[in-house]
């Protein structure tokens, strides 16, 4: 069954309501016509409309004010508003679109522009709700995915360690430790992606050298299934203040990249320290190197010749780096390799 639109007209002239009830009265929509502000409201609160149309000139309270009334209540925020008026300069249009509205029609009404810029607003609001709807449906899905993943991950976790544990370290035992590691970096991507709005990151400081080490240690038996070494040096060591799991992000999301795009029996070089007065990390490999280096920060960007991952992790790098004015530099070429520089100034408190 087609769902009735209902419209809402707020006018205080009382032949312009009859005039654009009669103009809309045969398209079937549900029509609720006041000249009092106030009352359109409270009515509004009662029973949502779908959209409103709202003159400028009115008494007590005039349409831009109202307006500003209805985008303060949860319930009426989104709801599209055309303003009707006779005034017709640059300045009130644009102070009507400022105000939250979505169009602007100006008196006297032609009834085929106003049916027409009804429906396309109309048609907009019914996508942006669907819209809505898929990516909380998607919201959710995520979630469960998540939730039914870190089970089974956990398990076959702490049995390849009891097996190495029972029979020593194999390649066969790496590669299923590798394999928890990647799915454990996919797992972080997902849970920033989804919680990043309602989690709160606290900053703490960060040991660099401390924690650098921690995360070439993480990754060591998926680099050791490519035989890829994995060489860590500095020239001066120093702390940074930002939340870890955001700079854990950072490195793994960088490091997993740098591993995934090395050739067999490569090698990687990270570095941090103080260069030409900068505080730097540098991560790089000697790789494939990357097709188009002004990509790779975009959401779900790929290879062509490596589709592998999902396309997030470089995407949430560039994120977090902007969230703490951390530059990132990209440099890359063709079966050479590529190198992720970081300046870090912006988190950095040397410890000398």
């Not at 089974?152 to 430790?177: C, R």
């Not at 849970?191 to 606290?202: G, N, T, V």
């Not at 004015?325 to 390799?337: A, F, L, P, R």
């Amino acid at each position: 069954m087609t769902k009735k639109y209902t419209i809402l007209i707020v006018d205080d002239k009382l032949e312009n309501l009859q005039y654009l009830n009669k103009v809309l009265q045969d398209e079937d929509y549900d029509i609720r016509a006041t000249p009092d502000g106030m009352m359109a409201l409270e009515a509004a609160k009662l029973n949502t409309p779908d959209l409103i149309l709202l003159d400028i000139k009115m008494p007590n309270i005039d349409g831009y004010e109202l307006c500003r009334l209805f985008k303060k209540e949860e319930k009426l925020k989104e709801v599209p508003i055309i303003f009707i008026s006779a005034l017709d300069s640059v300045e009130d249009k644009v102070k009507a679109f400022e105000e939250g509205g979505v169009d602007y029609i100006t008196k006297p009404f032609e009834p085929k522009e106003i049916l027409a810029r009804i429906k396309t607003q109309l048609q907009i609001h019914k996508s942006k709700i669907m819209i809505a709807r898929l990516l909380e449906q998607q919201d959710l899905f995520v979630k469960k995915i998540m939730h039914e993943m870190n089970t089974p991950v956990s398990i076959i976790s702490l049995n390849s360690e009891l097996i190495e544990q029972k029979y020593g370290l194999s390649k066969q035992v790496e590669a299923i430790k590798a394999s928890v590691k990647t799915l454990s970096s996919i797992y972080g991507d997902l849970s920033y992606k989804i919680k990043k709005h309602s989690r709160e990151y606290k900053v703490s400081k960060i040991n660099l050298l401390n924690f650098i080490s921690s995360r070439v240690q993480f990754f060591d038996e998926l680099a050791n299934t490519k035989d890829i070494h994995i060489d860590l040096g500095y020239n001066e060591e120093f702390d940074i203040y930002m939340n870890k799991y955001e700079f854990e992000r950072v490195i793994d999301n960088t490091l997993s990249n740098a591993i995934k795009y090395s050739k067999e029996a490569g090698e990687i070089n990270i570095f941090f320290g103080k260069e030409d007065g900068k505080h730097l990390i540098i991560i790089e490999d000697f790789g494939i190197g990357i097709e188009d280096t002004s990509k790779v920060f975009d959401a779900y960007y790929q290879q062509s010749n490596k589709k592998l991952g999902l396309g997030l992790g470089l995407n949430i790098v560039k994120e977090i780096c902007d969230k703490y004015e951390i530059k990132v530099e990209v440099k890359s070429s063709k079966n050479v390799g590529t190198s992720f520089i970081f300046n870090i100034d912006s988190v950095v408190k040397s410890t000398r």
